[in-house]
Structure formats: structure tokens, C-alpha cells
């Protein structure tokens, strides 16, 4: 019932923002030079605003630039290597680059939204890595032919991933993907499986969410797991591919996060309004392009959000060494050969410090120098894995011991 509530009121809202839509398109067309007089600014103003403050389910674009790579400048194409039912493996392939590069799994968080999310971070990493991530597709479009997704298929799929690149690949994972991708390392071990990566970074990931619980912390453990698949769990319309498939939708996740800090998203878009209508577009852009990634959303399959809530949030099984995949027990002792890096950030509100550095006393097979932790001063969650700090202090860390290793 939520879902197709939902989906009626964007249905009921879709006509008005298409006469929106087409109001600036007759600007574009007809109006010229006349359209910058101040009170036609206001009206195009209120118009714009309107036809962009919706939720789409469209994945945006990663829009890569050339890289800076060596003595050259490398363009940058996108080939999915690997499709999978619920995700691709997706590769920023460079042209005309001097000599092979480290390749870089990017473990992307299935959170909500799309991988597209940790653009900036891709951008970056490829000056130096030859960079792919998991692309995860948006379940409302996923048959329930394919079977179900949930955390231990999460495992899998980058168990798989690492195992088409081949031994000496590494992998850095980012936020909420960091236990998933932790057990799959550690899965690999186990096995003695030559793709286990030479390097692993976790990046703001709750691996033990025990230590200084944060507000999401706090939220996930004010009711038990049956809650959450009462009130939040729909299922797909009719008119999605995978109709009739248990999500947990992705504007319920968006609308979770926004509740968080509403006024600060209020008063961004009554900036935009005032840059639109003082025709500051460069200032707008950048506030407009930020919320078109933001209202982009895709849903979770009901197994994965309940299993992550679960087994991440509320009982901490990896760090309890409770965690099993397929029967079980997963063991991070059995690393010995992969090389760990975690970085937190000093103001992380999401996820604390101390948290992914857990990972470090469940490694306990690790050599002291195969070991290393950056706390990165004055960033919140999403300033170590984008931004100038991320770019200038971060990066060196990742890269440095990418170089050491490989």
C-alpha cells in the first residue's frame, strides 16, 4: 500500500510538473534576451524549482572526465565486464594509457542510491588505478525470476567480482558495504583463493557499530527487526519488471535522511531559488546537480535492508565473530595476505570513530606493518571519500599503500 501510495501521488503530480518543464522549455525557445527581466527571472525561478524537487528512479550518469594519467591526458570510456542479476561489474576503462595500473575494486553501498554517489572518489582514484566498481541496479527493475538479494548474496557478488580481476587487484569499500566487503575478504582467506586482494580499504564502515553509537546507531535499535519489515517493506507495482518483489523502496531511505537535516535542505533550495532568480546559474548548477544525484533513488531488496539492519546494526556479528556466510562461520583470521586500511573521519555523524578501525583487532593473523589507520581531521562522512581533504590527504594514503603492496 505505501509504495502504490506513493506512486499515485507522483502520478497526480506528474502533469504539473511537465507544464513547469515546458514553461522553460518556451523560455529557451521564444523569449531570448527578454526572459533576464527581473520579474520573469522569479516566475522561471519558481518553475524550476518545482520541475526539479521530484524523486526519479533513473541511475545519473558517472560523467568521467579525462584523467590526468602520467604524461597524458586518458579518456575514459564505461564497459560493464561482468553483468550479474542485481549488479554489474563496471569498468572506467582509460585509452592510450603507458603502462598497466593497480586495479581497484570499488565496493559501492547499496543504500538507497546509486553507485553514482562515489563519482568523485572514481575520479580520483583513477589518476593512478585501473578503477571498477559495483554498479547494484535498482530492484523494483529486477524479476522476481532472478531470486531473492540479501547480505550473503552482497558477499558473493564481490567474492565474484574480485574473482574476474584476478589475483593482485585491491578493493576499497565505502560506508555501509564495508562489513559485506570485509566478510568477503575474509571468506577468501578461508578458501586460500588466489583473487584475494592485495590491498583492503574501509572507509566510514560500520564494522563494529557497538562503539559511540551515532543517531543511525541509535534509530536501528529502538525496534526490533520484525518493526522494520512491518512498516517499511512494500512491494513493487504492477507496472515495474519486478513487480510484486518485497523492497524496502528507496524514497522511504531518502526521506530518512532528509528528516535529518530538513531546515538545511530547506534553506538550499530557497538559495537556489534566489540564484536562479538573480541569474547566478554557475551557483545554481551546483546546488541543482547535487539533488538531481540526491533525489535518485533505487530500491533495496527486502532481504538485504532487513539482513544489513540486522546483522550489522543490531547484533554487530562480524565483530562479535557471530557472522556466518553459508553455513559458516566467517573467520577475518584467515587474512594474512591482504593489507588493511581504514580511514575515519574526526566528524563523521553516521558513523563514528572507532568503528571501522574495529576491523583491525578482528585481524588478528595480520602483520603489524600490513596494518595502517588515517583519521582525517575535520571532515564529516562524506569528506573521506570526496572533496579537497579526500583528494589531498586521503588519496595518499589509499595509493601509497596500493604501491606498497603491489
Partial sequence: MLYSAFQAWTDMMAPSRMAAA???????????????????????????????????????????????SGNSVAPVREEVVLELPFGNLLHFAKEEVEAPQPKMLV?????????????????????????????????????????????????????????????????????????PAFAAVAVMAQDKDPAQPRTMTLMGGPVDTRIAPTVVNQLAMENPIEWFEDKLISRVPMRYAGRGRRVYPGFLQLTAFMSMNLDRHFAQYRKLYQHLADGEDDSACKIKDFYDEYFAVLDMSAEYYLETVDYVFQRALLAKGELTHRGRVVDPSAIQRTALLTVEGERDDICSVGQTAAAHLLCTSLRPHLKRHHLQPGVGHYGIFSGSKWESQVYPQVRNLVLAMN
Avoid at 522553460?24 to 520573469?40: I, K, N, S, T, Y
Fill in 22 to 68: 515546458s514553461l522553460l522549455a518556451w523560455r529557451d525557445q521564444f523569449l531570448g534576451p527578454a526572459a533576464g527581466e527581473d520579474h520573469l527571472r522569479r516566475l522561471f525561478a519558481v518553475a524550476d524549482v518545482y520541475q526539479g524537487a521530484k524523486v526519479t528512479h533513473d541511475r545519473p550518469p558517472y560523467a568521467i572526465r579525462p584523467v590526468h
Fill in 107 to 179: 565496493v559501492a553501498p547499496l543504500s538507497g542510491h546509486f553507485a553514482t554517489l562515489l563519482r568523485s572518489t572514481v575520479q580520483t582514484l583513477l589518476i593512478d588505478h585501473d578503477v571498477y566498481i559495483t554498479d547494484w541496479k535498482n530492484a523494483r527493475d529486477v524479476p522476481l525470476s532472478a531470486g531473492r538479494f540479501g547480505f550473503e548474496d552482497y558477499v558473493d557478488y564481490v567474492i565474484r567480482f574480485l574473482q574476474f580481476l584476478g589475483p593482485n587487484s585491491n578493493l576499497l569499500s565505502v560506508c555501509q558495504p564495508c562489513v
